[in-house]
C-alpha cells in the first residue's frame, strides 16, 4: 500500500501567540502536491529527508536533504516529491494558523476527533494554476543546494516583512552554550542531529533529532550540548531581527565582511542566570 501524506503539527497558534507554527510533513513517493497558490502567510521548508521539486513563481527547482525555501506571503509557489522515494519535510508558518488544516488530516488518520483549537478558521489558499506533476519543463528545474557552513542564515527579516528568521548552525560536543537569558522575540528549536540539553524557566529537559523547543519571548531560557558528540539544529526567530546576530558570528568566522542586513539593531538580550552545568 502506498504511504498517504503524513503531517504531525509540533507547535501552534495558542503556543506562539499566533506568530508561527511548526509541522513536520511526510510525503509519499510521486506525491503530486497541491496545486499552485498563494496566501497570506509565508511558508518556510526545510528538507529532511529525499527529494522535493519546489515551484516558486514560474521558477521550478529540486531541493534535498538540508536545503531550504521560503516563500513570502502572496508568493504563487507549490511542491511535489516526483522522486520514487518518500520525503519529508519542516514546515514553518508565520503567522499562524494554518496547522489547523494539518492538525484535521492528522486526525483523520488516527482515526480520532481533531482538538477543539484545529476546528477554528485556518487561513485562505487560493489556487492560481496546476500541480507540477502538470508541466511539460520539468527537466528544466534547477536545483537548492544545501547551506555549507556550520552556521547559516537562512532566512532573514527583510524577506518576511521582519515575521520570521530562520538559522541552520552546528555545535561541537560538550559545548557549554549562552547563559539563562531573555529576549523579547520568540525561539523555536528544532533538532537535526544529536541532542542538547535545555533550560525553560526552572526545567530542564533534553531534545532529540525531531523534537522541538519552544521558549517564548520573555520567558528565561539557554541551551547546551552536554553530550559527546556535535549537534546540529534550526532555530525559528519570531518576530526577525536577532539573525544579525549570527550574521555577524558566521562572517567573523569566514573572515568576510557581514551582509549589509547585518548592520541593522539586534534585539537585545537580557542575562538573568548562569549557563547550564554552573
Known amino acids: 500500500m502506498t504511504p498517504s501524506f503524513r503531517p504531525k503539527v509540533l507547535l501552534r497558534s495558542e503556543e506562539t501567540r499566533d506568530n508561527v507554527s511548526v509541522i513536520a510533513n511526510v510525503v509519499p513517493p510521486r506525491w503530486e502536491g497541491p496545486p499552485l497558490h498563494h496566501h497570506g502567510f509565508d511558508e518556510s521548508f526545510y528538507v529532511l529527508d529525499g527529494e522535493l521539486t519546489f515551484q516558486l513563481g514560474d521558477e521550478l527547482a529540486t531541493a534535498g536533504p538540508g536545503a531550504f525555501v521560503l516563500a513570502p506571503a502572496d508568493t504563487h509557489h507549490t511542491l511535489a516529491n516526483l522522486s520514487t522515494d518518500s520525503a519529508s519535510y519542516l514546515l514553518i508558518c508565520t503567522p499562524a494558523g494554518f496547522e489547523r488544516y494539518f492538525a484535521k488530516v492528522e486526525a483523520e488518520q488516527a482515526g480520532v476527533e481533531a482538538p477543539a483549537w484545529a476546528l477554528e478558521p485556518a487561513p485562505p489558499v487560493h489556487r492560481v494554476g496546476p500541480q507540477i506533476g502538470e508541466r511539460d519543463d520539468l527537466d528544466a528545474a534547477g536545483l537548492i543546494a ?91 526567530i519570531t518576530p526577525a531581527g536577532f539573525e544579525r546576530y549570527f550574521d555577524r558570528i558566521a562572517a567573523e ?12 539593531p539586534i534585539p537585545k538580550v537580557t542575562r538573568v542566570g548562569p549557563r547550564i552545568g554552573e
Open 146 to 236: 544545501p547551506a555549507a557552513g556550520s552556521l547559516n542564515v537562512l532566512a532573514r527579516s527583510e524577506e518576511s516583512g521582519g515575521r520570521v528568521a530562520v538559522v541552520e548552525t552546528k555545535g561541537p560536543a560538550r559545548a557549554g552554550g549562552p547563559p539563562l537569558h531573555t529576549h523579547d522575540f520568540d525561539e523555536a528549536f528544532y533538532i537535526l542531529e544529536g541532542e542538547l540539553t535545555f533550560q525553560v524557566r526552572d526545567e530542564l529537559l533534553t531534545a532529540g533529532p525531531g523534537d522541538l523547543v519552544f521558549a517564548q519571548g520573555g520567558v528565561p531560557h539557554t541551551f547546551a550540548n552536554l553530550s559527546g558528540a556535535p549537534a546540529r539544529y534550526l532555530i525559528v
Open 253 to 264: 568566522r569566514a573572515g568576510v565582511d557581514p551582509p549589509p542586513e547585518a548592520s541593522k
